[in-house]
């Protein structure tokens, strides 16, 4: 069983909504991370959390909103979202310090009209 | 800028056989970790094993070992005894001295089919 626990598993928005994406872990690890996996190609680094706060932005567009509420949630806000956002968005999370093995989630497939 | 490559897009083994799984990798860092996941139809990638760049011996957890060829810059991953349950999607990943927190950059994946 996954240590890293995503909702919802499926979600299908349109283009004028807002929703969010929940990940939460229990092992103490005070890194999360938000990649983004489109299908038949590798997870893309979205967002990195260390210690709750936002210390990697890969450029990602602000129609995707990141929040750390405390070390053990991680939420992505999505709103104003295109069709070619849809993808597997995977939640990890690992200790801060060097080579520490991610964790990750499940995953949310998540589908924009 | 690191660049991982997984030059085989998909793979069949016999079921019971070894396989092995290529990666290369391009950095300038001296310091440096490499990962291999194993991804699953239901989506989550699952870790496997890892390499550090000053290890000397060839890590192995299970029926996965890594041939860890520093000066070709390969980091191979070998499946022993090949079960079914190994069908899959394998990614090898790195993440350089330079990145911050444990941020890993992934290869394009490999397709691993077992035929009973």
């Known amino acids: 069983d996954t240590e890293v626990t995503q909702t919802p598993k499926h979600l299908v928005m349109g283009m004028t909504n807002k929703k969010s994406l929940k990940c939460e872990q229990h092992?103490?690890?005070?890194?999360m991370y938000w990649y983004k996996q489109k299908a038949k190609k590798p997870p893309e680094l979205m967002f990195v959390y260390s210690y709750e706060k936002l210390s990697i932005n890969e450029s990602v567009p602000s129609r995707f909103s990141p929040e750390c509420p405390n070390s053990s949630l991680l939420n992505l806000h999505l709103h104003a979202l295109q069709p070619e956002d849809s993808a597997l968005y995977l939640c990890?999370?690992?200790?801060?310090?060097?080579?520490?093995?991610?964790?990750f989630g499940s995953g949310t497939q998540l589908s924009v009209l | 800028a690191q660049k991982i490559t997984q030059t085989q897009p998909g793979m069949f083994v016999q079921e019971k056989e070894a396989v092995t799984l290529d990666c290369t990798y391009d950095t300038s860092d001296q310091s440096y970790g490499l990962f291999w996941y194993k991804q699953p139809s239901s989506g989550e990638m699952i870790f496997l094993i890892y390499q550090g760049s000053y290890d000397e011996q060839n890590a192995t957890e299970g029926r996965y070992s890594l041939n860890f060829q520093k000066a070709r810059k390969s980091a191979n991953l070998v499946i022993s005894a090949s079960q079914l349950g190994d069908s899959a999607m394998y990614f090898c990943a790195m993440r350089g001295a330079l990145d911050a927190g444990n941020m890993l950059t992934f290869g394009g994946g490999t397709r691993l089919m077992v035929k009973p």
């Open positions: 990890a999370s690992s200790q801060p310090t060097t080579n520490e093995k991610l964790f």
């Open positions: 092992m103490g690890h005070r890194a």
